[in-house]
């Protein structure tokens, strides 16, 4: 890593879920294309919502309060209590000193997670981070992380933070927004969750945990954090893109259950729960979506779910297909563990 090495902080706080997306979105394209250099985002939501991880199939109804995040993981709430923290990155390995390549998504994960750490220790708290996708303190979990690396190589890897408000209440929200129960997700209970504002025994505003945020990122990094700005042609392309996605709501809601899909198949692991909606036609399958709380690529999932499409109900053949869409260096495929998940939960599949 250069000592020169600066990373752009961009803080939005009362950020509804369609500008949430937008800026994501066009931050990402940037980074993709060259025109911005790494960036560390930091943001509030606006009010209180669920926050759906990526491969998620959405509620049936829409509802404001829905965020999807761009990385995979499990339901969270999502609200002023919380924070969202996304680094986004030319390459997955940038700025870590590894060789380009040479580091696995839960490696980058254990390297980026230390940010956070390294931002709770400046308060005096000491986090763990057991692995998987969460930080605990007194092994209660106060954030989650995941990671995304798109078909361009640009990597975002992605914080929820309970800053004043647990994780524990997901299940309340998630009741009001599905109140079908289409979202299946493993979900935290009250015992399971805290947040920093508890555990350091007193409030925790934004713009302190921002300032923390930005210190322990840029010890992490290695880079000078500093804050930027959107240009004023950036902001109306943000602007265009969360008018279409009020209008449309295409990313909160567009991964859905196929209305054809008549089988679905479930499998709960260390890492939470898997879905797999299917239709089957002279014993082969169509219509296939993976849902639920794990971790990948999203063009891994889509590869995924496309080499099943077509595939015949058999082990031997389920196998096959799995193996064949994640055998491209870089590929991952986390919290499905066993790595049977898939297969398992499509032979296990009963009509729905």
Known sequence: MSPDAVVDLIVQADIDAPRCYALQRHLLNLVAEGRRGPVL??????????????????????????????AGGRVLPFGPGHVGVG????????LTGALPGSLSAPQVMNRHVRGFLHACRGR???????????????????????????????????LTIARSQSFGGVAERL??????????????????????????EGS?????????????FSRQLGAAVEPARMSATDEETIA?????????????????????ASFRGSHIGAGGLLDVYFEERRGLLREVVVSGDFISGSDT???????????????????RAIAVACSRPGDFLLGVDPPTAVRDAIMRGAPC
Not at 255 to 260: F, I, L, T, V
């Open 41 to 70: 985002l930091v943001y509030m939501p606006a009010g209180d919502g669920v926050s759906l991880g990526r491969f998620h199939v959405a509620p049936s109804r829409r509802h404001a309060g829905v965020y999807r995040r761009f």
């Open 87 to 94: 680094l986004i990155l030319p390459q997955r390995d940038s």
């Open 204 to 216: 925790l505003g934004f713009t302190e945990l921002v300032e923390l945020l930005r210190m322990g």
């Open 175 to 200: 009741a009001e927004i599905d109140s079908e129960g289409v979202v299946a997700a493993g979900l935290l209970g009250a015992d399971e969750a805290s947040d920093l504002a508890t555990e350091l």
């Open 124 to 158: 005096g708290v000491d986090p763990i981070y057991p692995g998987r996708d969460v930080v605990t303190i007194r092994r209660r979990i106060v954030a989650s992380l995941s990671l995304e690396v798109e078909v361009s190589g640009v990597s975002l890897f992605e």
């Open 240 to 260: 265009a893109i969360a008018a279409q996605e009020r209008e449309g709501g295409n990313w909160a809601f567009g991964r859905r259950r196929p209305q054809s």
């Open 301 to 319: 999932v889509k590869r995924l779910e496309s080499s099943l499409d077509g595939c015949r109900r058999d082990p031997q053949a389920i196998d």
